[in-house]
């Protein structure tokens, strides 16, 4: 089973400052064809995960370019630039190439 | 515009069955990785099972094989999750997703 382990565990964030989540893997998530099925997800409170990035680095459909995603094998990383109030929640990495799993979350709060 | 709706959520006692249904509408399930994903109160994501986009392999976590089914109905648009022998440990919000697409989640409470 591929463990998916995230830090750090919760992040406060001035607003308009960065903030970048790391996500690491236990095996390779490059798969036979060629691609990698990572993903970054937000939970805001009371709601479904919804997908900010997929395949390591390309945004969703209407997800702000603020929202970026890089990294390859086993390390990930999901950078959001000028924090706003809106990114407060949960982000969770998940990977699907192989029986999918997530990470176990990094808290997001703004200070 | 494509949704998934889950339902069929509900309180059961330990040892008991519940069948949840998702029903897509948008786009059609054939030709998709239909996922299950649960959320206990408080803790994080938890993928349970998913079928194949032809609906010929269906896989599962550990802790519920043996206890949980995906089945699906072309006609009627809809995968279902068969739990049977639930435990309180199976208890939370249960999603389906495609990965992009989630529904907003059916609870399950297990509670005698």
């Known amino acids: 089973d591929v463990v998916m382990t995230q830090t750090p565990l919760s992040l406060s964030v001035t607003p308009g400052q960065s903030a970048s989540f790391s996500c690491k893997s236990s095996?390779?998530?490059?798969?036979?064809?060629?691609?990698?099925?990572f993903y970054w997800y937000l939970q805001k409170a009371g709601q479904p995960p919804q997908v900010l990035i997929y395949?390591?680095?390309k945004r969703f459909s209407g997800v702000s370019d603020r929202f970026s995603g890089s990294g390859s094998g086993t390390d990930f990383t999901l950078k959001i630039s000028r924090v706003e109030a809106e990114d407060v929640g949960v982000y969770y990495c998940?990977?699907?190439?192989?029986?999918?799993?997530f990470g176990q979350g990094t808290r997001l709060e703004i200070k | 515009e494509v949704h998934l709706v889950e339902s069929g959520g509900g309180l059961v006692q330990p040892g008991g069955s519940l069948r949840l249904s998702c029903a897509a509408s948008g786009f059609t399930l054939n030709g998709y990785w239909i996922n299950w994903v649960r959320q206990a109160p408080g803790k994080g994501l938890e993928w349970v099972a998913n079928m194949n986009h032809d609906g010929s392999e269906t896989y599962y976590v550990d802790s519920v094989k043996g206890r949980f089914t995906v089945s699906r109905d072309t006609a009627k648009n809809s995968l279902y999750l068969h739990m049977s022998s639930l435990r309180v440990e199976d208890a939370g919000i249960y999603y389906c997703?495609?990965?992009?697409?989630w529904g907003q989640g059916t609870m399950v409470t297990v509670s005698s």
């Open positions: 997703a495609t990965w992009l697409i």
């Open positions: 998940m990977q699907s190439s192989q029986f999918p799993s």
């Open positions: 395949e390591v680095s």
């Open positions: 095996q390779s998530l490059l798969r036979s064809d060629g691609k990698t099925y």
